[in-house]
């Protein structure tokens, strides 16, 4: 089975920096593209950044500038570099992985998503 595990949240002032890593595991052979997305409480899930290698990065208006989404396709890994933290980006934050696949398309299993269980980030006023 294919897992992915976040690590990094946290609580911090505004204005400072937070990493989030994000580490997926089992037998990957393929992964098409990563991201993370966030919930705030009582609102939805959207998306934040995301990395890919057919289209590289991509990040959300309200973030551009100030995060940096950075990955390594020999870990399987990554990260989301936060800085300038503003009490709006509190929320819990959940790593995704689109396209994953376990062996060659010929054999192996397909993922067309896979979500990370969630880490809390929150930012103080």
């Known amino acids: 089975q294919v897992r992915l595990v976040e690590s990094g949240g946290g609580l911090v002032q505004a204005g400072g920096s937070l990493r989030l890593s994000c580490v997926a595991s089992g037998s990957i052979f393929s992964i098409n593209g990563m991201g993370w997305y966030r919930q705030a409480p009582g609102g939805q899930r959207e998306l934040v950044a995301s990395?890919?290698?057919?289209?590289?990065?991509k990040y959300s208006d309200s973030v551009k500038g100030r995060f940096t989404i950075s990955g390594d396709n020999a870990k399987n890994t990554v990260d989301l570099q936060m800085n300038s933290l503003k009490f709006e980006d509190t929320a819990v934050y959940y790593c995704?992985?689109?396209?994953?696949?376990?062996?060659?398309?010929?054999?192996?299993?397909?993922?067309?998503?896979?979500w990370g269980q969630g880490t809390q980030v929150t930012v103080s006023s």
């Open positions: 990395i890919s290698s057919f289209e590289g990065t």
């Open positions: 995704h992985a689109d396209g994953v696949r376990d062996g060659p398309y010929y054999s192996g299993s397909y993922y067309a998503d896979v």
